[in-house]
């Protein structure tokens, strides 16, 4: 079993704190987005977040829902992952002499995290395991998974329940052009 990495946890379940098919999200609200980063340790203090940085949690989240889309042939919209790139571009990262990532220094508490997920978003690219990340191939579900098969062929988060949706409907569609 390959284990996702700990960078792919976390922007596997910042992907997911939308649910498609449910219709929910846990981050609609600065003070629901405030209550799961002090749930992941992102945050230690779950005080008000600003209009404009909840804004912005979402905006990057829109991104990297559109870029895990891609990694199934899903076509990106071009203006979610430039809006996603302005959002990243506004929270540098530092190199340590180490050679490790840090949030720079001078940002808001509650824009670190911001930094923190793009710190592991980068680490994914460049090890190349980013593209093991995906976003469901079903729409109606579109939830972020980890592929774990050997060729990085899975389009599906669950072959027993999103892939056979998705076949029985082109089967459906071949039997309609059929007749
Ligand atoms: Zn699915």
Partial sequence: MLEPPASAVLVEAFANTVDVEKASDEIATPAG???WLTGRGLLDTPGGIPPDVHESYLTLRAGIREELGSHVGDLPDPELLAAADQVLAGHPVLVTSRGSL???????????????LAIAWSQ????????????CAEHTCGWAFWDISKNRSRRWCSMKVCG????????????????
Avoid: I, M
């Avoid at 994914?124 to 976003?135: E, N, P, Q, Y």
């Avoid at 056979?164 to 007749?179: D, E, L």
């Fill in 33 to 35: 987005l405030a209550a």
């Fill in 102 to 116: 840090t949030p720079a220094a001078g940002l808001p508490t509650e824009r670190r995290p911001l930094a923190a």
């Fill in 164 to 179: 056979n949706r998705n076949k029985s409907r082109s089967y459906a569609s071949r039997q309609r052009q059929a007749t």
């Fill in 124 to 135: 994914l690219v460049t090890t190349g395991d980013a593209a093991r990340l995906k976003r």
